[in-house]
């Protein structure tokens, strides 16, 4: 069966740090990644998605970045986090007519 | 944009079924409605989804309107477990394009299950 890990759970990071969030799926190939942002109290906003190797489309512009370096390896990156940065961060992937969340990423910019 | 309208908020006793309403009035031929949900700190978690005919499986059942302009959710005996944020959203078919896995979440509906 398919699994989807995201590491770390919680991170707490300083405002102008660099940040670097993963995600990896099992047990499928050549899946379509997705990254989602959930700011507290509000719906998901989608960020980035993938549909293979090195292929990467942005949805809302801002400071954070998206790199697909392996088949069932997604990365969240920035250069320099924001307050408006924190949130809840879930990575997902797709098959078929499903989509399907990873346990999410918790983090806080102070 | 989230192209569905949803109460912010329902409560339902638990044991008895909740009826979870969603409109979707711009919905095109070719769209999909679907049904997540999201239980606190929790990835959103797929509950069903339907384009013209009703449809059930173990969790939910879902009636989408003749017109499909509207759908209703469906949890048959509703749980303590059930409390969760439902969101119904309308996406294009798979496949028909390499945006078409995108999922547009609102705000959904905060159903609260009381004992």
């Known amino acids: 069966s398919q699994t989807i890990h995201q590491w770390p759970a919680t991170l707490v990071q300083p405002v102008g740090s660099p940040l670097s969030l993963e995600c990896t799926v099992e047990g499928t190939s050549n899946p379509n990644l997705y990254w989602y942002r959930q700011a507290a109290g509000r719906g998901l906003q989608l960020l980035f998605y993938s549909v293979g190797i090195g292929q990467i489309s942005s949805e809302v512009p801002q400071n954070l970045s998206a790199s697909r370096p392996q088949d069932r390896q997604f990365i969240l990156s920035s250069k320099k986090l924001l307050l408006s940065d924190s949130g809840f961060y879930l990575c997902?992937?797709?098959?078929?007519?499903?989509?399907?969340f990873g346990p999410g990423t918790r983090l806080t910019v102070t | 944009d989230a192209k569905t309208t949803q109460p912010p908020s329902m409560d339902c006793a638990e044991g008895r079924a909740a009826n979870l309403p969603c409109n979707h009035s711009?919905?095109?031929?070719?769209?999909?409605v679907y049904w997540y949900r999201q239980i606190h700190s929790q990835g959103p978690q797929y509950i069903i989804h339907g384009l013209k005919n009703n449809e059930t499986n173990e969790m939910a059942s879902l009636i989408i309107t003749e017109d499909r302009k509207s759908s209703t959710l469906i949890l048959p005996h509703a749980t303590l477990r059930d409390t969760a944020v439902y969101y119904c959203i309308v996406r294009p078919a798979p496949g028909s394009g390499a945006g078409s896995y995108q999922l547009t979440f609102g705000k959904g509906t905060k159903l609260s299950v009381i004992p």
């Open positions: 711009t919905i095109s031929g070719n769209e999909y």
């Open positions: 997902a992937w797709a098959a078929d007519r499903e989509q399907y």
